[in-house]
């Protein structure tokens, strides 16, 4: 990849003015309305999450916590 | 991706308050340790192969149709944000952004949570200026700006014994303090100030919204896609910033002009972790 190569091609930048390579007809690309799900509000129970982490260990959240909490964290791919 | 690498690097300090940190997605195991190998992952990277938590949860990703990315698992992502809970699993705090690529940083959702303002770190870039009235001190909570995650500039104002400046809400003769950033390729918003003291002048029958001593100001502040282009590498290092006070400084006898102070500050710009998707459309730009 060169140093500072810049392509300015229409229909690359969104609506947010965010930048990115990949084509807006991708479906990486689409961004929700504003009132998109957000889950379980303030002061709700976190539900439930007993998934394999990266090393095939079966990790129960609720039994993995800090003293004082946890931080979750749902991103959209370490891959992509 | 570069989340996660922010996160590792915040960590320690995440976990020295409590805390321990989980990320979700619909990766498979291989990718997961793969990718936890190259950039030195030491929290739990959760694999959620079927969507079955992010169903649970409700924020699976309904823009993506089931036979769409089928190689990068497209369908089945989350919409991304993060959740706080503490000792006994109740979300005590939540972060989620319309943009994809929008969140808060590590540090700065942390320090939301803690209610605590981000000290001083001597990796973090800062500058400051030394009026007679009134010294400015600003620097930013992470060591990097990064592409839509809003860290904060932390503004410092000293001012001087015997004096005070004017807050919001003061009548209309005195000018109240206000911080203003600007630069190319960096997005701010809205400070949030302290409580201010009241000065009580009885002869005019008035309390009015003062600052004494010392003031400490947090502004949201982003880098853009102005600056830092996914898949294009960075053609700068840093972004120069300006912040600007405006303030009215008096004592009990007199009052001084209106005046404007101002700071540059030098923010480096963190190199953003290129996802392979992402080469595979530079390369057919190119």
Redesign the interface.
């Known amino acids: 990849?060169?140093?500072?190569?810049?392509?300015d091609?229409a229909g690359y930048?969104?609506e947010?003015?965010?930048?990115?390579?990949?084509?807006m007809d991708?479906?990486?690309r689409?961004?929700?309305?504003?009132d998109?799900?957000?889950?379980?509000?303030?002061?709700?129970?976190?539900?439930?999450?007993r998934?394999?982490?990266?090393?095939?260990e079966i990790?129960d959240?609720?039994q993995?916590?800090?003293?004082?909490?946890?931080?979750?964290?749902?991103?959209?791919?370490?891959?992509? | 991706?570069t989340?996660?690498v922010q996160?590792q690097q915040t960590l320690q300090k995440?976990?020295d308050?409590?805390?321990?940190?989980?990320?979700?997605?619909?990766?498979t195991?291989e990718?997961?340790?793969e990718?936890?190998d190259r950039h030195g992952?030491e929290f739990?990277?959760?694999?959620?192969e079927d969507s079955a938590?992010?169903r649970?949860?409700?924020?699976l990703?309904t823009?993506?149709?089931p036979d769409?990315?089928k190689h990068?698992?497209?369908?089945g992502?989350?919409?991304?944000?993060?959740?706080?809970?503490?000792?006994?699993?109740?979300?005590?705090?939540?972060d989620?952004h319309?943009?994809?690529?929008?969140r808060l940083s590590?540090q700065a959702?942390?320090h939301r949570v803690l209610g605590t303002v981000p000290d001083q770190t001597a990796e973090a870039p800062s500058a400051t200026f030394e009026g007679d009235e009134v010294e400015l001190t600003a620097y930013l909570a992470d060591p990097a700006l990064s592409l839509?995650v809003i860290t904060s500039l932390v503004c410092r104002l000293r001012v001087a014994p015997g004096l005070h400046i004017y807050a919001a809400g003061a009548p209309e003769a005195f000018t109240p303090v206000s911080l203003s950033l600007s630069g190319e390729g960096v997005r701010s918003g809205e400070p949030t100030w302290p409580n201010p003291g009241v000065l009580r002048m009885a002869n005019l029958e008035m309390s009015i919204p003062v600052y004494e001593q010392d003031v400490t100001v947090t502004v949201p502040i982003t880098a853009?896609?102005?600056i830092m282009?996914?898949?294009?590498?960075?053609?700068r290092e840093s972004v120069e910033i300006t912040v600007a006070c405006r303030y009215q400084a008096c004592n009990d006898v007199a009052c001084g002009l209106p005046t404007t102070i101002e700071t540059k500050l030098v923010l480096p710009l963190q190199t953003l972790v290129?996802?392979?998707?992402?080469?595979m459309?530079?390369e057919?730009?190119?």
Do not use: C
């Not at chain 2, 649970?56 to 924020?59: A, D, H, P, R, V």
């Not at chain 2, 282009?229 to 053609?235: K, N, Q, S, T, Y």
């Open positions: 990849m060169r140093r500072g190569h810049v392509t091609k930048y969104d947010f003015g965010f930048y990115s390579p990949m084509p991708r479906a990486a689409r961004e929700p309305d504003a998109f799900p957000t889950g379980p509000d303030i002061g709700a129970a976190l539900p439930n999450i998934l394999p982490n990266q090393h095939g990790i959240v609720a993995h916590r800090g003293r004082k909490g946890a931080i979750v964290v749902f991103h959209r791919s370490a891959y992509w | 991706m989340q996660l996160l995440v976990r308050e409590g805390y321990e940190v989980f990320a979700i997605s619909n990766d195991v990718r997961l340790v990718f936890s992952i739990s990277l959760l694999s959620d938590v992010i649970s949860f409700g924020i990703n823009l993506v149709k769409e990315g990068m698992r497209w369908y992502i989350p919409y991304p944000g993060t959740y706080v809970t503490d000792a006994n699993g109740i979300v005590i705090d939540k989620f319309q943009h994809h690529a929008r590590g959702l942390l839509e853009t896609s102005e282009r996914l898949g294009h590498g960075l053609d290129e996802p392979e998707g992402i080469k459309y530079v057919r730009l190119e």
